[in-house]
């Protein structure tokens, strides 16, 4: 069983963690990462939607995915691993009920703390859109949404994130709350070598033996 230890200096800032995890196999080393960063309050890890063209059930294999790993990183979290919407929202004015978007809206009215809040989103905006049509007053709360999608900046573009929900990426967009944009000419920029995975992952029990045997495969 893994022993998780908070900071030594410095305040600990809460997190959300949304990930499409079965998506590619970038996700598994970020929520990996998330889940071990000590200067992280996580408060909780939702599973998203991929649309279906890979999957009809895409949350749902999302959701497996992000079992798994917590199973091989042998911890049991204290905070909520909760579903997202099954699907993108249909307009830009009806949100998709979740639980995802209930954390979101739950942790950002939060009264009794005055640490920011920032909700990380490595797949579609679908949660964070909801959350925003459902509890507008979001937007004027310490939150921060960090987001990788998006075409190459400055123009745009086509993106896989933001393909599987357009809609989304308008209301956020279009909202006050604030937001920081991974685009794909940013994001393609980082990379890693197989070999540098065979070294320093790999040999790291069965948890870093996933994590390089999925992403080869």
């Known amino acids: 069983?893994?022993?998780?230890?908070?900071?030594?200096?410095?305040?600990?800032?809460?997190?959300?963690?949304?990930?499409?995890?079965?998506?590619?196999?970038?996700?598994?080393?970020?929520?990996?990462?998330?889940?071990?960063?000590?200067?992280?309050?996580?408060?909780?890890?939702?599973?998203a939607h991929y649309g279906t063209l890979r999957h009809p059930e895409s949350m749902r294999q999302s959701r497996l995915e992000v079992d798994k790993l917590y199973g091989l990183l042998g911890l049991t979290p204290n905070y909520p691993i909760v579903d997202g919407a099954e699907r993108a929202i249909p307009d830009e004015t009806t949100p998709s009920r979740s639980q995802g978007a209930e954390l979101i809206v739950r942790e950002a009215l939060r009264d009794d703390t005055d640490t920011p809040l920032f909700v990380a989103f490595f797949g579609p905006l679908t949660e964070m859109a909801s959350a925003l049509l459902t509890a507008p007053e979001i937007a004027e709360r310490d939150v921060t949404v960090v987001w990788i999608g998006g075409g190459p900046y400055p123009d745009g573009g086509?993106?896989?994130?933001?393909?599987?929900?357009?809609?989304?990426?308008?209301?956020?967009?279009?909202?006050?709350?604030?937001?920081?944009?991974?685009?794909?000419?940013?994001?393609?920029?980082?990379?890693?070598?197989?070999?540098?995975?065979?070294?320093?992952?790999?040999?790291?029990?069965?948890?870093?033996?996933?994590?390089?045997?999925q992403l080869v495969e």
Do not use: C
């Not at 998780?4 to 080393?29: C, L, M, S």
């Not at 993106?159 to 599987?164: A, K, P, T």
């Open 158 to 213: 086509q993106e896989y994130n933001l393909s599987n929900d357009i809609a989304a990426a308008n209301v956020v967009f279009d909202s006050s709350v604030r937001l920081w944009q991974v685009p794909s000419s940013t994001y393609k920029l980082m990379a890693v070598s197989y070999a540098e995975l065979m070294v320093k992952v790999a040999p790291h029990g069965d948890l870093g033996a996933y994590l390089v045997d």
């Open 1 to 47: 069983m893994l022993s998780i230890h908070p900071a030594q200096a410095g305040p600990r800032i809460r997190v959300i963690v949304d990930t499409d995890a079965k998506n590619e196999a970038d996700d598994q080393y970020a929520i990996v990462h998330a889940a071990l960063t000590p200067m992280f309050d996580l408060r909780g890890v939702i599973a």
